[in-house]
């Protein structure tokens, strides 16, 4: 029984030191699900396990094993991550404020057209991001020449691109889509520029410090392996243990009734 005691106990450090290699940091809270992503993305392309979680309003939640945390906070510092949270123009002009004006009703109406035209052209053959900009009109100045003849609406978009894209048949067709989203833009006041999206990079070969951090994640499981046979181990001694004391047992009070008999 002493040799049973000191066995569990010595596996119950073993688990609490599977515990404290399994543990995991919160590196980020509170982003938003494009930040999150944007930070999980890079820490997996350099082999560092990350995880994101949803806290409710709080937002995302980044987390990586602790061996891991001082390479994720120096990698993130490296690629200045997490990117600044896009401007959205509801937080600008909130639709429940207590005071409308229609300024605010114009700027949620054309914020609201350029995310749909941003989806649009995302589905494009080749277009791989897109943002569009619509000209906001500040209102006119009472007695001014504006208040007579409202500006001409611009529309501009920045779209990136993949590799083996014809750049002249993609422009004109999105001049195009925009020219026709709107009914009084003229085509020149339509302006697109295209740039080559990043090429998608390869995994780097582990080196020797990934190569310890990897090896690291690994000791969590065999040690878990290693504590259940070690478990299963110390129960079917301590069953073996107990079938013989009870077989001892019966069999001196066998041997007891032989010789109460006998008598």
């Given at each position: 029984m002493r040799a049973f005691d000191r066995s569990t106990r010595a596996l119950g450090l073993l688990a609490l030191l599977v515990l404290a290699g399994c543990t995991r940091t919160e590196l980020l809270q509170a982003l938003d699900e494009r930040q999150a992503n944007e930070v999980v993305s890079v820490l997996l392309r350099h082999n560092i396990d990350a995880q994101k979680r949803l806290q409710g309003k709080d937002g995302f939640v980044v987390r990586v094993a602790s061996d891991d945390l001082a390479d994720a906070i120096d990698l993130i510092a490296q690629q200045q991550l997490p990117s600044q949270p896009r401007t959205q123009i509801s937080t600008q002009?909130?639709?429940?404020?207590?005071?409308?004006?229609?300024?605010?009703?114009?700027?949620?109406?054309?914020?609201?057209?350029?995310?749909?035209?941003?989806?649009?052209?995302?589905?494009?053959?080749?277009?791989?991001?897109?943002?569009?900009?619509?000209?906001?009109?500040?209102?006119?100045?009472?007695?001014?020449?504006?208040?007579?003849?409202?500006?001409?609406?611009?529309?501009?978009?920045?779209?990136?691109?993949?590799?083996?894209?014809?750049?002249?048949?993609?422009?004109?067709?999105?001049?195009?889509?925009?020219?026709?989203?709107?009914?009084?833009?003229?085509?020149?006041?339509?302006?697109?520029?295209?740039?080559?999206?990043?090429?998608?990079?390869?995994?780097?070969?582990?080196?020797?410090?990934?190569?310890?951090?990897?090896?690291?994640?690994?000791?969590?499981?065999?040690?878990?392996?290693?504590?259940?046979?070690?478990?299963?181990?110390a129960l079917l001694r301590r069953a073996g243990a107990a079938r013989a004391f009870i077989g001892h047992r019966f069999r001196r009070a066998s041997h007891g009734d032989r010789h109460a008999t006998t008598d």
């Open positions: 002009f909130p639709s429940d404020a207590m005071v409308s004006t229609p300024l605010g009703e114009r700027a949620r109406l054309l914020s609201a057209i350029e995310q749909r035209l941003e989806e649009t052209l995302a589905t494009l053959d080749g277009v791989q991001s897109a943002r569009v900009h619509v000209s906001y009109d500040a209102g006119p100045v009472a007695g001014s020449l504006q208040q007579r003849r409202p500006p001409a609406m611009h529309v501009a978009a920045v779209l990136a691109h993949g590799q083996g894209v014809d750049e002249e048949v993609l422009l004109q067709r999105v001049k195009r889509l925009l020219r026709n989203a709107f009914v009084d833009v003229s085509y020149d006041n339509v302006s697109v520029v295209l740039t080559p999206a990043a090429a998608a990079r390869s995994l780097s070969v582990t080196d020797a410090g990934t190569a310890g951090a990897t090896g690291r994640r690994w000791l969590g499981p065999v040690l878990l392996l290693v504590l259940l046979g070690g478990l299963g181990w």
